[in-house]
C-alpha cells in the first residue's frame, strides 16, 4: 500500500539574528491511510515544526525549508505555491491545535467559524454548510449542537472547544488529520474521551493521524505507529509495540524510564541528565551525544545512518546492541 | 539596592536615538532660553514702528511682528513662559496625582474602588472646558492658571502610582520589611517612594507638554496668559492673524513649540522603554 | 443578558448628571457680577430677562425646581450679554454646523486612520508602514492650531487650491475637517495598526490559516473585529477631543459654529451660554460614550457577561 504522506530527509531552519536554529534536520517517515503515527519528543524536538512548516503555517521568513521531500498523495508539497496549498488545508489536510481556548475566535459565533472549510472547499451554500456543521457537532458529542452553532467560544469549557475544533476539521472528510498536543491542555478524564472520539472517527472515515505528543501514555493507547524525535532528528520509527516493548534506542529507553508508572513504585525516578542542546549549535553528530549513557567516539562526529530492528523497524544510533 | 535599575535604565536610553535627540534640542533651548539672556537683549516689548513685519535679517534673527518687535527675543520670552507653565503646572498635577494615586492604593478596598471610580468618570470629561469655566469665572490669573492646567493632568498619574502602590503592596520586600518589624512609615519612605519614582518621572515627562499644549491652546484663544507677557500660543496667533503678511511670524514660534512638543514626548517615550524591560513596543 | 450591562452604565451616568446640573444652577446664580450678585453689573434689558425668567423673588428651592423643569422643556435660559437673544436660540443656530464640522472631522479620521494603519499592518516595516507611522507622529504632536494655519498657508495661500475661510460651499468644509481630523486619524491609525497586529499573532489566525482561508479573507472577517476594537474604544476620547478641538478651528476658520460662540461667550462672561453650552456638550459626551459602550459590548461577545 503506498504512504499517503511521506517525509523524505526534510529539513526546515530558522534565520535568526543569533544564528540558524535547525529546528528539523533531516527527517523520515511515512504516514500511511488509516493510520495513526504519534510524533515522540520533548518540547524543542521539532516536533511540531515539522508539521506547520511544509503546511505553510509558520511565518517564512524566518523559516527556510531547506530540504527534502513531503509528498501527499505523490505530490510534493514542498514544491507548490500558496495558492496550492491552501487548496489542500482545510480540505484533505487538517489540523487540530493545543489550546482550545485561544485557538477559536472568540469574536465570532461557532458556527460562524465552522462552517468556513466547507463554504470554501466544496462550495457549499451558508445553509448547507450550516446544516452540515450542526451534524458534525452532534457527532462530536455535543448535546445541542444548534444551540452550540449559535454560541460564542467562551461559552464552553475546555474539553467542548476541543469538540468543535474536532468537529470544524472534519466537516470536509480530510484524508489527513493532524493532530497538534490535542489533549495537553485537558484533564485527564477529558484527554482520554477526546482520544476516543478521534478514534471513532477515524475508524468511520478511514482517517490517516498524525499525533503529536510528549505523553507517552497517549501514545500507548492511541497509536499504531510511533515516530522518536529528537533536537530536531528522528531517532526510532516502528509500531507501538516495537517502540514500548523492543526498542534498541538509548534515547527512547531513557525516556520510557522516566515515566512515571504506577505499577512500578521504585525509589526514584530515573531522569536524564543534562538538558536538550541548543538548536543553533547542533553538529554533524548525534545530538543525544552529552547526555548518553552509551557514547561512542563516532556518535560525536556524524549522525548514525539508519539500521533495522525488526520488520519496519528502525532506528539511528551507532550502538548495536542496548541491554 | 537600586542603582543598578538606573543604570540598566540609562543605558538603555541611550540607545534609543530619538530620545536623544529630543534630549539634546531640550538641553539646548533651556540652555538658551534661560541661561543666555544676551541672546534676547533687544527686549520683547521695545517696538520700532517703522521696521513692522521685516524679514528674518542679520540685526532681528527671527524678524519682527505687527509692532516692530524682534521676534527672536519674543520666541524666547515666550518660551520661558510656556516651559515655565508647563513645568509648574505639571509638578501640581504630579503631586495631586501621586497623593490621591497613592492614598487609594495604599487603602484599598472599597475606598480605593470608589477613589478610582471617580478617576474613571472625570476621564471622560474634556477638562479644558471645566479650565475656561474656571477662567471665566475668576479671571486670568497666574496662580489659577497653573492651578486650573495642573487639575487637567492628574488623573492619568493618579493611575499610574496607585497601580504601582497595588503592585508593590503585596511585594515579598514589603512583606519581609513588615516581619523585621519596620515601621509604616519606613516602608513608605524607603521601599514604596523610590519604586514608585520611575514611573511617576515618565509620566511627569509624557505631562509637561500636554500641559504646554493646553496653556498653548488657551492662550491662542485668548483665555490664557495675558498682555504685555505672551507665551507661545499668543505668539502664534499673533502669526496667525498676519501670516499672509509675514509667514515667519508664524513659523518661528509655532516650529519651537512642536520641535519642545516632539522632544519632550520623545525623550518620555524613551524614558518609559527604558525603565520597563518588558518593553512591548509596536 | 446585555441589559445588566446598560443598566449598569446608566446607573453611574444619571447621578453624575444629576450633580452636573445643580452645580451648573448654582455657578449661574452665583456668578460674580450677575444679577444675583450685589454688583448687578449687568444691563437693565437684560435684568429684566433674567428676573421674568428665574423669578429671583422665589426661595432659591423653587428656582432651582424651575431650573430642572426648563431643562426639560430643553430651555436654557436668557443671554447675560445679548438682551434679546436666549441661550437656546444661539444653540440652534449654531449647533447644526459645529455637528457637521465633528461628524466631517470624525469621518475623516476614521477613513484615513483605518486604510493607513490597516496597510501598515498588512505590510509591516516596510515603507508603507514607516511612511504613514512618520506622519502619525506629526499628527499626534502638532496642536491643531499649528497644523490649521498652516494648511491654510500653503493650501489657501499659496497655492490657492481651497478657501481659507466661510461655511458656504462644500470647498470651505475640507480644510476645517481635515485640520480637525489629522490629529485623530493619526491616533486612530497608530491603534489599527497596532490591533491588527496583535491580533495577527493570535492562535485563532493559525487555526483560520490551517482552514484554508486566504490571506484577505482573514483579514476581514477574522482580524477586523478583534483589531478594530482599540479603535471603537477610542471613539468616546476622540469625539470629546474633536469636540475640544473644534473651539480653535472654529475660530482659525471663521466658522460660525457653537465653538466659536463658546469662546466668545467666555471672553465676554456671557454666563448663561457658557455653563448652558458646557452643560450640552457634557450630555452629549456622556451620551456618545453611552453609545461606544454599547456598540464595544456588541462587538466584543465577552463583555456582555461582564
Request: hydrophobic share 45%.
Amino acid at each position: 500500500m503506498n504512504p499517503l504522506l511521506s517525509i523524505q530527509d526534510y529539513k526546515a531552519h530558522f534565520y535568526t539574528r543569533r544564528g540558524i536554529v535547525k529546528a528539523v534536520n533531516g527527517i523520515t517517515y511515512d504516514v500511511h491511510p488509516g493510520q495513526t503515527l504519534a510524533i515522540v519528543g520533548e518540547s524543542g524536538s521539532g516536533k511540531s515544526v515539522s508539521q506547520l512548516s511544509y503546511l505553510g503555517l509558520l511565518p517564512s521568513p524566518p523559516l527556510k525549508i531547506t530540504g527534502g521531500q513531503v509528498l501527499f498523495e505523490g505530490n510534493d508539497l514542498l514544491k507548490m505555491g500558496e495558492d496550492q496549498l491552501r487548496k489542500i488545508r482545510g480540505d484533505k489536510i487538517s489540523m487540530i491545535f493545543q489550546e482550545p481556548m485561544t485557538s477559536l475566535n472568540p469574536y465570532l459565533k461557532i458556527g460562524s467559524q465552522m462552517i468556513e472549510p466547507l463554504v470554501i472547499h466544496r462550495k457549499k451554500s451558508k445553509k448547507e454548510a450550516w446544516k452540515l456543521a450542526t451534524q458534525a457537532l452532534e457527532r462530536v458529542g455535543l448535546s445541542r449542537p444548534d444551540q452550540a452553532m449559535e454560541s460564542y467560544p467562551h461559552e464552553f469549557s475546555g474539553g467542548m472547544r476541543q469538540r468543535v475544533m474536532i468537529a470544524m476539521a472534519l466537516t470536509t472528510e480530510p484524508k489527513l488529520l493532524i493532530a497538534d498536543e490535542p489533549t495537553t491542555a485537558l484533564d485527564v478524564t477529558v484527554q482520554a474521551q477526546i482520544l476516543e472520539l478521534l478514534k471513532s472517527i477515524q475508524k468511520e472515515n478511514e482517517m490517516a493521524m498524525i499525533l503529536i505528543t510528549h505523553d507517552l501514555g497517549v501514545v500507548a493507547g492511541a497509536a499504531d505507529e510511533v515516530v522518536v524525535m529528537y533536537a530536531g532528528r528522528v531517532f526510532e520509527t516502528g509500531s507501538v509495540d516495537d517502540i514500548f516493548y523492543r526498542s534498541q534506542h538509548p534515547y527512547t529507553r531513557a525516556l520510557l524510564r522516566s515515566t512515571p508508572r504506577l505499577d512500578q513504585l521504585e525509589k526514584e525516578l530515573p531522569v536524564i541528565p543534562g538538558s536538550p542542546p541548543d538548536l543553533i549549535a547542533v553538529t554533524e553528530g548525534c545530538p543525544f551525544y552529552d547526555r548518553c549513557s552509551y557514547q561512542k567516539e563516532i556518535c560525536k562526529a556524524e549522525f548514525p545512518r539508519e539500521s533495522s530492528s525488526g520488520a519496519n523497524h528502525k532506528r539511528f544510533c551507532h550502538v548495536e546492541k542496548i541491554s | 539596592m537600586s542603582n543598578s535599575l538606573w543604570t540598566d535604565a540609562l543605558h538603555r536610553l541611550k540607545k534609543n536615538k530619538l530620545a536623544l535627540l529630543g534630549a539634546s534640542f531640550l538641553i539646548l533651548e533651556l540652555m538658551i532660553f534661560f541661561l543666555i539672556p544676551v541672546l534676547a537683549r533687544l527686549g520683547y516689548e521695545a517696538q520700532d514702528l517703522e521696521l513692522t513685519f521685516a524679514a528674518p535679517s542679520p540685526v532681528h534673527w527671527f524678524g519682527t511682528d505687527s509692532l516692530g518687535r524682534d521676534l527672536f527675543s519674543r520666541v524666547i520670552f515666550g518660551g520661558r513662559i510656556s516651559l515655565t507653565v508647563g513645568l509648574l503646572a505639571s509638578l501640581v498635577s504630579a503631586l495631586v496625582g501621586v497623593v490621591y494615586g497613592s492614598l487609594s492604593g495604599f487603602l484599598g478596598g472599597k475606598i480605593d474602588n470608589s477613589m478610582m471610580r471617580i478617576v474613571d468618570v472625570l476621564y471622560a470629561l474634556p477638562f479644558i472646558f471645566l479650565v475656561i469655566i474656571l477662567m471665566v469665572y475668576f479671571g486670568r490669573n497666574f496662580i489659577l492658571l497653573f492651578v486650573a492646567l495642573g487639575l487637567t493632568q492628574w488623573l492619568t498619574m493618579a493611575r499610574i502610582v496607585r497601580g504601582q502602590v497595588l503592585s508593590l503592596r503585596h511585594k515579598e520586600f514589603i512583606e519581609a520589611a513588615n516581619s523585621l518589624g519596620l515601621r509604616q512609615r519606613d516602608i513608605v519612605l524607603k521601599h514604596l517612594i523610590p519604586n514608585t519614582l520611575g514611573p511617576v518621572i515618565v509620566y511627569l515627562t509624557l505631562t509637561v507638554p500636554s500641559v504646554i499644549l493646553e496653556e498653548a491652546f488657551l492662550s491662542y484663544l485668548g483665555l490664557g496668559i495675558q498682555a504685555p507677557l505672551a507665551s507661545w500660543g499668543t505668539l502664534i496667533k499673533e502669526g496667525v492673524d498676519v501670516m499672509d503678511l509675514a509667514p515667519w511670524t508664524l513659523f518661528f514660534p509655532a516650529f519651537f513649540l512642536s520641535a519642545t512638543l516632539f522632544s519632550l514626548n520623545f525623550l518620555g517615550d524613551g524614558l518609559r522603554d527604558a525603565l520597563d524591560p518588558k518593553g512591548a513596543r509596536d | 443578558m446585555g441589559s445588566t450591562y446598560v443598566l449598569k452604565r446608566l446607573a453611574i451616568m444619571v447621578p453624575i448628571f444629576f450633580l452636573v446640573v445643580t452645580l451648573v444652577f448654582f455657578m449661574i446664580r452665583f456668578a460674580p457680577g450677575g444679577p444675583f450678585s450685589s454688583e448687578k453689573s449687568v444691563s437693565p434689558a437684560i435684568l429684566k430677562n433674567l428676573e421674568a425668567k428665574y423669578h429671583m423673588d422665589e426661595p432659591l428651592l423653587s428656582q432651582y425646581v424651575r431650573y430642572w423643569k426648563d431643562l426639560f422643556r430643553g430651555d436654557l435660559g436668557p443671554s447675560f450679554k445679548h438682551a434679546n437673544r436666549s441661550v437656546n436660540e444661539i444653540i440652534e443656530e449654531a449647533l447644526p454646523i459645529s455637528l457637521e464640522l465633528g461628524l466631517l472631522s470624525l469621518t475623516w479620521a476614521v477613513l484615513i486612520g483605518v486604510s493607513a494603519g490597516g496597510l501598515a499592518a498588512l505590510k509591516p516595516n516596510t515603507v508603507y508602514d514607516y511612511v504613514p507611522m512618520a506622519f502619525s507622529i506629526l499628527g499626534i504632536c502638532l496642536p491643531t492650531f499649528v497644523v490649521g494655519p498652516v494648511l491654510v498657508l500653503v493650501f489657501g495661500l499659496w497655492l490657492q487650491w481651497l478657501p481659507v475661510a466661510g461655511w458656504e460651499t462644500w470647498q470651505d468644509r475640507v480644510l476645517p475637517s481635515l485640520t480637525l481630523g489629522f490629529a485623530y486619524a493619526a491616533y486612530i491609525s497608530r491603534l489599527t495598526r497596532g490591533g491588527l497586529i496583535e491580533i495577527r499573532g493570535q492562535e485563532f489566525i493559525r487555526t483560520a490559516r490551517a482552514k484554508g482561508l486566504t490571506e484577505k479573507e482573514i483579514l476581514i472577517k477574522h482580524s477586523l473585529r478583534g483589531g478594530l476594537l482599540p479603535v471603537v474604544s477610542y471613539l468616546g476620547p476622540a469625539l470629546a477631543g474633536i469636540i475640544t478641538g473644534a473651539l480653535v478651528t472654529e475660530t482659525i476658520f471663521n466658522i460660525p459654529g457653537l465653538g466659536r460662540f463658546f469662546i466668545e461667550s467666555a471672553v465676554n462672561r456671557d454666563y448663561t451660554v457658557v455653563m448652558g453650552t458646557s452643560l450640552l456638550y457634557f450630555t452629549l459626551i456622556f451620551v456618545c460614550n453611552f453609545l461606544v459602550d454599547i456598540v464595544y459590548a456588541v462587538l466584543d461577545p465577552r463583555v456582555k457577561y461582564v
